[in-house]
């Protein structure tokens, strides 16, 4: 058996130049529009905390929380919206906060304490949490999604890093807890000063 092989009619030199051109062109156009994207933008899914008056740590906190939502949101972990990571025990796992997150947190105040035999957080409402916006570190950065787990560890020990160097600029004490704990200390709080007056980092970094 013999085969024959054929090669392609020859491109005129024009043409392929022609051809040539437009590739780089549209690779050179796919190239400053990703290194834009990069540099200049950011999700429009962030919303900036509830407060009023924000003292300059605080306006820091949101910052740091801005890069990471941006942070977050390249990495593109998925949320089936479950609710899971809200119930602690059904999960398997804790949530932290800080001292120095803590006033912004309690903005809303949590309207009960965390059981034992009801351990989730007092925010979840169905599979919804009601404190989006002022939500700590630790729940900015889980997500249920296995293949995310790796860049998860990366960026809580990057922006938790971050989270103690603003804490010793501002010569604020360090504290960083179970959720649970710093909630129930603050409801405890609450029931003892029925005046409505607020419960300060310090107060959550001493009182047991």
């Not at 130049?17 to 400053?32: M, N």
């Not at 169905?126 to 630790?138: I, S």
């Amino acid at each position: 058996m013999i085969f024959r092989f054929t090669f392609p009619p020859q491109v005129p030199e024009e043409k392929y130049q022609r051809h040539l051109l437009a590739g780089h062109l549209y690779h050179g156009i796919i190239d400053r529009y990703t290194q834009f994207k990069n540099s200049w933008w950011k999700p429009t899914v962030f919303r900036t905390p509830n407060m009023t008056n924000p003292t300059p740590l605080q306006q820091e906190l949101v910052q740091l929380y801005s890069d990471l939502e941006y942070a977050i949101q390249k990495a593109g972990p998925i949320c089936e919206l479950s609710g899971r990571c809200c119930r602690f025990d059904e999960y398997g796992h804790t949530l932290f906060l800080s001292n120095i997150e803590s006033e912004l947190f309690f903005s809303r105040p949590p309207k009960q304490s965390i059981t034992e035999d009801d351990n989730r957080c007092p925010y979840q409402e169905g599979a919804l949490c009601t404190a989006r916006e002022n939500r700590p570190l630790g729940c900015r950065i889980f997500f249920c999604d296995p293949s995310y787990q790796q860049k998860a560890s990366e960026l809580s020990e990057e922006y938790l890093g971050r989270l103690k160097s603003l804490a010793t600029r501002y010569d604020e004490p360090w504290q960083y807890a179970p959720l649970k704990q710093m909630v129930n200390q603050y409801v405890r709080h609450q029931h003892r000063h029925d005046d409505g007056s607020p419960v300060s980092k310090e107060l959550l970094s001493h009182e047991s």
